[in-house]
């Protein structure tokens, strides 16, 4: 397939995986009678069979018993889990609890914090655009604590929870099926022990649920699984750079649905903080442009060079 071919087929996957990211609170406002932690034991559950079948046809068991054979590394990967999880069920409470724009602000600000951390301690160096990108994000929040004297902590924890998130999994030498998989086997013992000892709504017995009910709560697995497939996917065919133009797609869904569709109040200090988190993102933005395009400049240079 042609190098062409690929990076469109990868600009499909990309933009697949962070529209399904985008669309996955229409479903979870369609269970929003359930309590959020139940929701996330289902999340669990159903992502780690349907990961494991993945895994079977994939014939990576190999991988999984190496991964296993790790106690360190299954360490890490439990921080991982616990870190994911807990990120998985704030989304799902902020959801379902009239917050979606609060967890829209978590995923466009995402992108920058994970900057600030590959400057902290990957040893990346910020250029100037960046630099001002993360300035302005941090005024819009420092704005919205000073002058309306409320803190967006939904949206920072969704933001920082999944930005160490992601720095762990960067650092630990396991691909990304393999380790979510592990993950989904770490938290399993958790999500059935919270089930069979806490889990108390009229849901929680698949025996007496009808059967569109419980095909919602299975879906929990595909919700998960089906939008981190087309990631990697998409990842495997284009520079990590190039798959951050589509990371606006899922907060844009989001913050659509909460203003339009959920009608949830958009009040003045919300207003100014989207509006300084934009800015920077159209900075950040700029910026990966321009060095992406330099970079390009650079290579057909260095190839037209070659004797």
Known sequence: MSLSREQKLGGIFAATAYSLWGLAPLYFKQIDFIPATEILLHRIVWSFLLLMLVLLALKQGGKVLAVLRQPKMLGWLLLSALLLGGNWGLFIWAVNSQHMLDASLGYYINPLLNVVLGMLFLGERLRNLQWAAVVLAGSGVVLQVLTFG???????????????????????????ITGLFIESLLLLPLALWYWWQFADSSAVNLLQNSWQLNSFLVAAGLVTTVPLLCFIAGARRLQLSTMGFFQYIGPSFMFVFGVWLYHEPFAAERLVTFGLIWLALLLYTADAWRYNSQLRRSKRLASDLKP
Do not use: E, N, Q
């Open 150 to 176: 409320s803190v967006p902590w939904i949206a920072l924890t969704l933001a920082g929870s999944f930005a160490i998130y992601g720095l762990m999994r960067k650092k630990l030498a396991v691909d990304a």
